[in-house]
Structure formats: C-alpha cells, structure tokens
C-alpha cells in the first residue's frame, strides 16, 4: 500500500482505539521529525507516546533493495556500505509507528549519504586506445565531473571538464607531437568533495589521434621529379593508383620518379606526409599526377617484379609460377620467415624448419638489384605442419636378433629403439635395420619398440611401434684380420661393417669417426719410423664388447722433410700523413664567433685546408652536412683531386673514389644519396673505412661504451666504438652517441680536428 493509504489507515485506528478506551491518553509527540546524524549514520526521531501501549517503529526504504527493520528505540544505526549504498546517492527513510500490529503515524526524510573525510576517491584505470586520442578511466563513485589537466614540462598548458570518465583531446595536443606530457584527473561531485589526482605520462602522436599533418600539394617537373614546394621536408610515402608504392627513408622535399622501381608505363602518382611517431597521424592523400608513358624524362627505369602463384603438393613441397626462377622470401603467418639462398622455383615446407600449428604461406619474387622492384606478395595457402608426423613403423626380429622395419615406403630414416619403455639406442645414420645384439643390450628379456625420428622436429617423430620381445645375449665382435697394400691402406674383414680403433706399437693412436672398412695409414698421423700396425673393432654402446686385437703388420714413416724458412717479412707501409692544400690565408666567417665550443676546431679545419665554408664569408656551423660534402672533406685530407666528369655533378669523381677504396656504399635501394643529410654513424662508418683503406696508425683507448648504444646499426656499431677508442668521437654531453641524428658541419668540424690531432 502506498504511503498516504498508510496515513489514512493510521488516522482511522487511531480514532477508533480512543473511542473505545476510557483511558487513552492523547498522542504526546505532535510529529516524529526523523533526521540523521551525518557524523554517525544514526537516524534518530521524537518517539510516539500514547498512555500504557506498546509502540514499535518499522523503518525502511525503497531506494534500498532489502533495508527495512523493526525497532521498540528512537533510534537506529544505519550502514549504507553494507547496504550498498555508494557515498552521494540519495535516500529516500520512512519512520511508522506501530501499534498492535496496525500504523499510527508515519514520517520520511531524503538522506544524502554522506563522504566521510572529504574526498572522492581518486580516478583509476587511466588509459589511451590505441590509435585514438581518447583519454579513459574508471568512472569514480559519487563524482558528477571530473576535471582534466595537461601539463608539458611542468607547466599547465590547458584545462578542461568532462561530465563522462572519458575525454577525446585530439585538438589540444595536435600542436605537441613528439612531446612526453602529463594528464592529470580530478574527481567532483555537487557537495564540494573532490577526489586525488589520477596522472598518466603520454608522447603526443603514439597513442591516436588523426589528421594532423597537413595535405601535400605536389608538381611534377619534365624531369620527373615530384616536390612539395614551403612544405619543408618530412618523410612520404608514394602511392600509384591509390596503393602504397615505395617509402622514403628520411625527410625529404622531392622524389625523383626513376629511381623509386615504378613499372614501365603510366603511373598515377600521389603522396601523404608520414608522422615519425604514429601511422594514425599522417598526411591525408595529395593531389595526383600522371607519370611516364615514353622515354626521355618521362619513363620509368626497370619493372617490378610479376606476382607468383603458390601451389603446395600433399607431399609440402611449395611450387610457384610466374617467370624464370628467382630468390624468394617465404612468409609465414605474414612474418617474413625463410629467405632462399640461390634463384630456386620450389621448396619443400618440411625441411626448412617450421614451426608446428596450422600455417599461412606467402612468397615474394626477390629483385636481383633493387628491392623496390621485388614482386607483391603471391596468394595465400594454409600448410599444417603439425600434421606431417611420420608414420608408425611396424618392426619384426629374425632369429639371429636382427631388427626390421617398414615405413610405407618412406626410406631409411634415423631410429630411437626402445627397450622397456625408455629410450635406449638412436641410430647414427638414416638405417633399415639394427642387430639387437650390437646395440649394447643387457644379457635377458626386453620389450622392444622402435620410432621414426624427424629430420627438423622432435614434434613430428612417429608414434612407438608395435612391441617384440627380444632375449638378448653377450656376443663380443669378431677379431678383425687385417691386410695392407703397398701405398699403406689397411682393409679388413671379419662381419659387418664396424668403427675401428688404429694400435700403433700396442698403443691406442686414431678412432674412425664413422663405420668404415679400410683407413689410410699416411693420414693418421703416425710417428716417423718403424709402426707395428693393429686394430679392433669398437661397439656401438659397450667397451666390453669390442673384438680382440688384430693381427700385426709392420709400417714405415719416413721423417718429416723440415719445411723452408719463412720469408722475411715486408718491411711496414709508410707513415701516412696528411697531405692538405692550405689556404694562403687562415679564413673569416662572419658566423663563427669567439669563445664557442666550435670556435677552434673550425678554425683548425679551415686553416689546413680540409673545410671551406658556405661563400662569402659563412661557415654555416649548424646546417646539417651532406653525404657527398662529407666524402670531398676526405678526399681534401688524402689529397685527393678526383677527375671531373661533363654533364655530372660535381661530386661524381669524388663519390667515384671513396666508391673504389671501399669508404662510401650505398645505402637501402642501392643509391649513395649524395644529398641526404648524413647521420652521425654514416659518419663514423665512412672514417673508420677510410682509416682502414690508407692503413693510418691511430693508437687505440680503451673508450666506453654510449647510453643509446643498443640504438646503434649493427653493420656501424664496430666502426663507431673503434672511433671512440681512438679518441676522435666522444659522443654528447648526455653520455649518447645519437646515431640516427644528422651532423652539423660544426660537429664533424670536431671530428676532423681530433682526427688531425691523433695521426700528428
């Protein structure tokens, strides 16, 4: 029944039950005001008071599943924790009295469960989806807002509130990519409580976010040159028909179209900016443009390679289609897995190391010169290795305790005999067939069973075979007889073939690594003079098993002819010395002023004669220092004054010898990249090979190693320690070598000072 069908009841008693008592007394309590104390969660009430009758009071609420009690005090305890009841809701509490079971007076309030201490809880569970920019957390009990801080360095640099525990923040931090902020969450609700601060440390651009940088606007020149004019330069990737095509290595401003292996024909070509840090931030799609279509500065170099047709056999032998035979790179499961040594058109799965579970098989046709131009990626077929398991062998035993098997016409395989249940025996060699008695069995009864070994993957060896029961007995090899020839080969014979152990003059002198029949006595190194020659044959698991001594046969050795003396040893290589083309006059540059940490060494490289600056008068210390500049700065310390070329760059001949002593190689695609700026270990790599090609005599330190080392390419880690050894590269103030940063002319003015000072 509702609550005002309850007061109406309640009137109507109360008016009946004095009617009909001569000494009931008037209520004394005209109303209950039930009220909470916030401090103790106890609800308290005016009692109901009516002259010699019993009262009770029934408390509950609907807004709490399950919370009603009956109490005779006006009084009561409440616990909104067990009830559960999160701090902040709201409550809705109705106090009736009772009298003889019926209602007399009944009263509610609204309670607001209260936050003991002041605080909410604070946010949890902080997290960024992956490829989004959507901040999330665990929605806090109680809170109504949350408020939300960013904080780049130490410093606030934006605001802002939510009413969910969630926060897309793309458009605040599109303008700090790269850059280790901090976030922090604070929790409210409507009563002035707030919670402690929830933070999360995020690098802008590696967690979501989309569009940031901007849409490239490209032209395309006669000689087929794309470029993005005031756009600077950023890393592109090139895209042919909406497909991705080909990436560039660094941060460029153009791509010249015939270097990249675009197929012959026309091509439409468009491009997008790629952010460093997150795929999701990069560019939208560019204008297009049309390319090729002829000769001249419009066609394109070379061809991509035709894209193969994969086939596997039930045998697992992999068969391709699609050309003459090429290199290929399997892929398994879309992981590049198995690269093939020669030009092959097939490969059988089963033996090049799988691993087990069902497979999806891939190839690419490898390019010969350019992997731009390797082939896309052949259709896809699933291979279940797991599923190749050798078959079970069914054995049977002669009476002379030969042990066979067949295989369904699988061929010799290596075996694992087992005796007892435990393995006991694994053959050497890919076999048929084993003598039970020459396996070094225990003299009585054994339960004999037999598997198949795979070539790659225990996984796959062939279940146990059927069982035989074998007595075994002891049985020592026969005594071997021996002969001998004139050019000192010693044959046997005596049963089957057998390792043997060589006695000269009664000693143990050679053990044959396999069974054979014969040894040759001039390749055993037997001591000059008068042998006497035995052998026995060994067992393959028991000493005691091994034969008897073999008859003895006499064999010389001459003595050793005494070899030449060595020739006397060439006299040192020369001293290699700078030979620099000094300038009349020590240089001025207006940009390198007194007292910088630069200051002297490039004075010290422009007085010799290695370095030239800019024109007039500019040394650009910290403009970044070109593959090809850097090439001609060791040309200039040889002394070198490389042939010019008409209708090349200048830098050709330059290129041309450093290309001829080994101290300049090209990079990923096979081009030298003259122009891209070159990282610090290109750096290091091209002088530790020009150290190397000129034999220059550098006296080595001990050096340390850097904080970034792991960061260093493999092909330059070698090159770029033995530096450091020498003295000639320290790193940075911080203790890292920043391999894949550019060097400054500034910088590598320093390193040809110090390499100066060490060879003098």
Sequence with gaps: MTRLNKGRIAAFLLAVIMAMSAFAMPIMAASMNPWVDDSTNILHWTPVQIAGTHIVYDVESNAIPGFRTTTSSPFLHLNPAAAGIPPGQTVAITVTAVVGGAPVQSESIIWVVPWHGGHLHAPIGLHIAPGTSVLSWHPVAGATSYTISFYDAGQQFHTTTSTFASLNFAHITSHLIGRNITIRVVAHDNYGNFSPPGTINWIVGTGGGGGFLHTPHITLSAAGIIS?????????????????????????????????????GTSQIQIRFVNPHDPALNSALSNFVHFGGGGGGGGTVGGRLPTPHISISTAGILTWSGGASRAVMLYVNDQEFWLSEQNVTQVNLNQIGLPGGNLRIRIRHLHDLNFNLNSALSNQLNFNIAGRVLPTPRISISTAGVLTWTNAGTGARLVQVYAGGAPFWTSTTAVTQVNLHEIGLTTGAHQIRIRHLHELQAANNSPLSNTLSFTAREQRLPMPTISMNAQGIVTWTGGATHRVRVYANAMPHWNSPAAVTQ?????????????????????????????????????????????????????????????????????????????????????TVTTEGMFQGIGEGVFAPASHMTRAEFVR?????????????????????????????????????????PNAPITREDMALMLYRFINALNIDIPMGTGTSFADQNEISPAALDAVMNIRAMGIITGRPDGTFAPQATATRAEVAVIFANFLNRVR
């Design 228 to 264: 993005w004019p005031g756009q600077g330069a950023r890393n592109v990737h090139v895209y042919t028909y909406g497909v991705f095509f080909w990436a560039s290595a660094t941060a460029v401003t153009s791509v010249n179209l015939n270097n990249i292996g675009l197929p012959v």
């Design 519 to 603: 040894v040759n006595l001039n390749e055993i190194n037997l001591i000059p003079g008068r042998n006497n020659i035995q052998i026995r044959f060994i067992h393959a698991n028991t000493a005691a098993f091994n034969s008897e001594l073999s008859n003895v046969l006499p064999f010389d050795i001459a003595p050793p002819t005494p070899p030449p003396p060595p020739p006397p040893p060439p006299p040192p290589p020369p001293r290699w010395e700078p030979n620099l083309n000094r300038p009349a006059a020590p240089p001025v540059f207006i940009d390198i002023p007194a007292g910088q940490w630069f200051t002297s060494y490039v004075a």
């Design 633 to 673: 700065v060791l040309a200039n310390l040889h002394g070198v004054s490389p042939a010019n070329y008409a209708n090349r760059p200048w830098y050709y001949g330059i290129v041309e010898w450093a290309t001829s002593l080994g101290i300049a190689t090209p990079l990923v695609g096979g081009d030298f990249m």
